[in-house]
């Protein structure tokens, strides 16, 4: 998952047009799941280029959050990242609509409930780990250590 800021804003994914999608009617970042070889950097600098159209440049690390269960009992791992560095224009996302966003608005955005915590990761500076529990679409447990 990475987070493209620019001026006080953040370019976020609102989650409208693939049928049965979980992510359905959520605002998130861009990203995505890896292909055969890839370092996280490599698929995250893919994922955002195939949904967005922008060329990162460089990417910021800040953490890395396990969901236990999450798709039909599996766990699944994300690592989450900003850009302030990239290239190009933005075209249309076939899962979504892309628009950037003020940064203070962000908190009024229908998130999944453990995302508005990775907002305060981009804020603090250190590298988290976290855990984050769901069960019917709401979070049971919240687990995080900050380096």
Request: negative net charge.
């Amino acid at each position: 998952m990475c987070y493209i800021q620019k001026e006080n804003q953040t370019l976020m994914l609102h989650r409208t047009k693939k049928e049965n999608d979980v992510n359905g009617g959520k605002w998130i970042g861009v990203g995505g799941k890896f292909e055969e070889g890839e370092s996280a950097e490599e698929c995250m600098k893919r994922e955002i280029y195939e949904e967005t159209g922008l060329t990162a440049l460089n990417l910021q690390l800040h953490g890395f959050v396990v969901f236990p269960e999450l798709y039909h009992g599996q766990d699944e791992g994300m690592f989450i990242y900003t850009c302030h560095d990239f290239t190009g224009k933005i075209h249309e996302c076939d899962e979504g609509d892309l628009q950037w966003i003020n940064n203070e608005d962000i908190p009024t955005l229908s998130m999944w409930e453990g995302d508005y915590h990775f907002f305060e990761w981009i804020q603090d500076g250190k590298f988290h780990s976290a855990k984050i529990h769901y069960q019917n679409d709401k979070v049971i447990d919240y687990q995080e250590h900050a380096y």
